[in-house]
């Protein structure tokens, strides 16, 4: 079933093209780190210890690129794939925020809730794509 | 950058990719299951609708077999009306010979 407006749900029309800018956005936010603001935030410690904020930003706009040709091409599998790896790098992403609670006084308890939000939000994607709904 | 630094970036891009491909794969053997027993359940209805077919079916032809019966019998019944129609008619004119002949040629001569 190809990937296009007449064989997705009207929330997945508003959420597939909203997961490539949200990625994308973040990926060169994170390539960048404006004013260094990102290297001195206290809730990114942990994640700067898994990985280089750079490369969490090299792979958010790798997985952005794709589900853009994927959207362009209307492969729904391509799309699908890059979805199911954009989930576990935000829950992933849920973890070393949340970690950073341990580490650091300063950082808030709720500091990983976006990487969970986002992967939820990613899940009913793949499962709207995958029932193919239309 | 040192060289730990880009082997610790990479194992942890290399866990991330590993762990959404293996969801990916997850998904795709639950649709799969799914899918299966979809078909399965579609060929166990059509398996019943077979066997109701085939059941009057049975029955089709066992009233054909009857009325095949029937109409044959019909058609020999006609055929035997018939023939008795041929042996009167010919019986008839036989007696009329045989009256004429009796009383001594055509009209009683």
Known sequence: MPLDRDHVTIASRLMLPTYAAFCGVYGIVFIL???GRLGRAASLEAARWAMDLWIWGALWLV??????????THTRDRYLAALYICRASWWAWAVV?????????????????????????????????????? | MDWLNALQGTLAVALVV??????????TVRTLRESNGDLRARREDQDKYVAEVEVKLSKCEAENEVLRTVVTGEAH?????????????????????????????????
């Open chain 2, 77 to 109: 019944l006609e055929a035997l009306t018939h023939q008795l129609d041929e042996h009167h008619r010919e019986s008839m004119e036989a007696l009329v010979e045989i009256k004429d002949a009796i009383q001594g040629g055509p009209h009683g001569a």
């Open chain 1, 33 to 35: 780190d404006p004013q």
């Open chain 2, 18 to 27: 590993t762990t959404g491909l293996l969801g990916l794969q997850q998904g």
């Open chain 1, 97 to 134: 925020c949340e970690a950073a609670v341990f580490f650091n006084d300063d950082v808030t308890f709720l500091a990983g809730s976006l990487g969970v939000f986002v992967g939820i939000a990613c899940t009913a994607s793949i499962r709207s794509l995958r029932t193919g709904e239309a």
């Open chain 1, 63 to 72: 997985l952005a690129a794709v589900m853009l040709a994927a959207l362009r």
